[in-house]
């Protein structure tokens, strides 16, 4: 089992910046890959950001030049800074962990974009 817990998230205006922060415990051992995925309402679950074990980075296209994903493996913690942010980026963001057999969610975190 892996437990992830999210922080950062919060009101900011557009253009402005957050980062939000993922720590993960428990069966880290196992686990090839985080990410971040976010959720508005109405939507669909997407994938925001990637990163391998091995430091592959992948991007939404929408995300681009914008956010980046990052690793601290001595805290066991991946980070999104968001930069540039649209009130379109509004939405719940999750942390993901996969292993490759099991998918394990934070609990989500509010992000909010004002114009």
Do not use: H
């Not at 991946?78 to 998918?103: H, I, R, W």
């Amino acid at each position: 089992q892996v437990q992830l817990v999210e922080s950062g998230g919060g009101l900011v205006q557009a253009g402005g910046s957050l980062r939000l922060s993922c720590a993960a415990s428990g069966s880290i051992f196992s686990i090839n890959a985080m990410g971040w995925y976010r959720q508005a309402p109405g939507k669909q679950r997407e994938l925001v950001a990637a990163i391998t074990s091995g430091g592959s980075t992948n991007y939404a296209d929408s995300v681009k030049g914008r956010f980046t994903i990052s690793r601290d493996n001595a805290k066991n913690t991946v980070y999104l800074q968001m930069n540039s942010l649209k009130p379109e980026d509004t939405a719940v963001y999750y942390c993901n962990a996969t292993d490759g057999l099991f998918d394990y969610w934070g609990q989500g975190t509010q992000v909010t974009v004002s114009s």
